[in-house]
């Protein structure tokens, strides 16, 4: 949903996309999850696959709205996560550096589409409130920003 938003709207300082979708299509074929595809059909099409109403998975596809991004995005993903496979974190985190954005990785390979592991918790939300608060302060935006166009892409967070 996340990523989706991302591509639908700039009203949000910063976005936080944990385990989310890049490319319906590449999700439907690759979840263990089936039933998750019935959540890009109509409703009179449940049961629907990507090779009998395609239009859907496009219609919601973030990676058809790549092109508009622009908020800084922190992408946490699990790398046990076989709910969502991790090529679709790896792939909002190329796209976003792709374009330029603003944007961070948390690997956390040994947790699934839950951050379970206390320490891996502790480091979840370490990672999450410094990255909101980094976007929700104009001085520490504006610095990140400052060293990000001189290619400077992380800015080192206390």
Request: net charge positive.
């Given at each position: 949903?996340?990523?989706?938003?991302?591509?639908?709207?700039?009203?949000?300082k910063?976005?936080?996309?944990h385990?989310g979708v890049f490319s319906?299509m590449?999700?439907?074929?690759?979840?263990e999850?089936?039933?998750f595809?019935n959540?890009?059909?109509?409703i009179?099409?449940?049961g629907c696959?990507p090779?009998?109403?395609?239009?859907?998975?496009?219609k919601?596809?973030?990676?058809?709205?790549?092109e508009k991004?622009?908020?800084?995005?922190?992408?946490?993903?699990?790398?046990?996560?076989?709910?969502?496979?991790l090529s679709?974190?790896?792939?909002?985190?190329?796209?976003?550096?792709?374009?330029?954005?603003?944007?961070?990785?948390l690997?956390?390979?040994?947790?699934?589409?839950?951050?379970?592991?206390?320490?891996?918790s502790?480091?979840?939300?370490?990672e999450?409130?410094?990255?909101l608060g980094l976007?929700?302060?104009p001085e520490?935006?504006s610095?990140?920003l400052m060293?990000?166009?001189?290619g400077?892409?992380?800015l080192?967070?206390?």
């Amino acid at each position: 949903m996340i990523n989706w938003i991302n591509g639908q709207t700039n009203r949000f300082k910063c976005l936080v996309s944990h385990d989310g979708v890049f490319s319906t299509m590449g999700m439907a074929y690759s979840t263990e999850e089936l039933w998750f595809n019935n959540e890009y059909c109509d409703i009179s099409e449940q049961g629907c696959t990507p090779w009998n109403a395609p239009g859907g998975f496009e219609k919601w596809s973030p990676q058809n709205f790549v092109e508009k991004w622009q908020t800084p995005t922190l992408v946490v993903h699990g790398g046990k996560d076989y709910r969502i496979p991790l090529s679709q974190g790896l792939s909002t985190f190329t796209a976003l550096q792709w374009r330029g954005v603003p944007s961070k990785l948390l690997y956390l390979p040994l947790e699934n589409h839950w951050t379970m592991r206390p320490q891996n918790s502790i480091k979840w939300y370490k990672e999450v409130l410094n990255w909101l608060g980094l976007w929700t302060n104009p001085e520490t935006a504006s610095a990140y920003l400052m060293n990000h166009k001189k290619g400077k892409k992380q800015l080192k967070m206390k």
